[in-house]
């Protein structure tokens, strides 16, 4: 059963341009949480989506920042205009149906650098 | 907004018990405490977590106090590669988890 998977594992952009990051969640679950962390910094909640519905996104930056979760294929972390303070990782954690004592498991997350 | 406190760092001898304090005075009935550990810059790692009874797996047990105000994660043997941030989590509903800063433990030879 392969883990939380995400790519690019390292993703350069230039000023201005789009970054797309892409999370499979392990088998069987159908709830994805993204989570940016900056440098030195603990892990920050972004958003909470199920399949094709956001749940909460009370983390999301209010402009250039969108998530999908499709019924089909994997959820899409999408950063538009990007400028140098959205260089970050970005970790995509998922955990199956249920809303109680469940536990969340993590991918290696993406790196992104903007230049 | 941190719903618990952690020290900032500990030291651990290697092949001793490293035991990590949490507070969490606020937390409330149908609250879990939940603990991950971050190795370097890799992702997130589930350890353990619990309601109000002590728990434990083949990674660690964890300590909640009767009053569920605090608890303890206990490694029992701790190993270099247990060298980690580790943090303590309160959390109900899904998994919108806030990290806080943790506690970056240190197991020395």
């Known amino acids: 059963n392969a883990g939380v998977m995400q790519n690019p594992r390292h993703l350069v952009r230039r000023r201005g341009q789009e970054a797309r990051l892409r999370c499979s969640p392990m088998?069987?679950?159908?709830?994805v949480y993204w989570y940016r962390q900056l440098p030195e910094e603990g892990l920050k909640f972004m958003v909470y989506l199920q399949k094709e519905n956001i749940i909460d996104e009370s983390g999301m930056p209010k402009e250039r920042f969108s998530a999908e979760f499709p019924k089909e294929g994997p959820s899409i972390l999408r950063i538009q205009q990007v400028v140098r303070g959205d260089s970050a990782a970005y970790f995509c954690?998922?955990?199956?149906?249920?809303?109680?004592?469940?536990?969340?498991?993590f991918g290696q997350g993406t790196r992104l650098t903007v230049v | 907004d941190a719903k618990t406190t952690q020290p900032t760092s500990m030291d651990c001898a290697e092949g001793r018990a490293a035991n990590l304090p949490c507070n969490h005075s606020t937390i409330s009935g149908n609250e879990y405490v939940y603990w991950y550990r971050q190795i370097h810059s890799q992702g997130p790692q589930y350890i353990i977590h619990g309601l109000k009874n002590n728990e434990t797996n083949e990674m660690a047990s964890l300590i909640i106090t009767e009053d569920r105000k605090s608890s303890t994660l206990i490694l029992p043997h701790a190993t270099l590669r247990d060298t980690a941030v580790y943090y303590c989590?309160?959390?109900?509903?899904?998994?919108?988890?806030?990290f806080g800063t943790g506690t970056s433990l240190t197991v020395i030879p």
């Open positions: 989590i309160v959390a109900n509903t899904g998994n919108q988890f806030y």
């Open positions: 088998k069987g679950h159908s709830h």
């Open positions: 954690a998922s955990s199956p149906p249920g809303f109680v004592n469940t536990e969340a498991f």
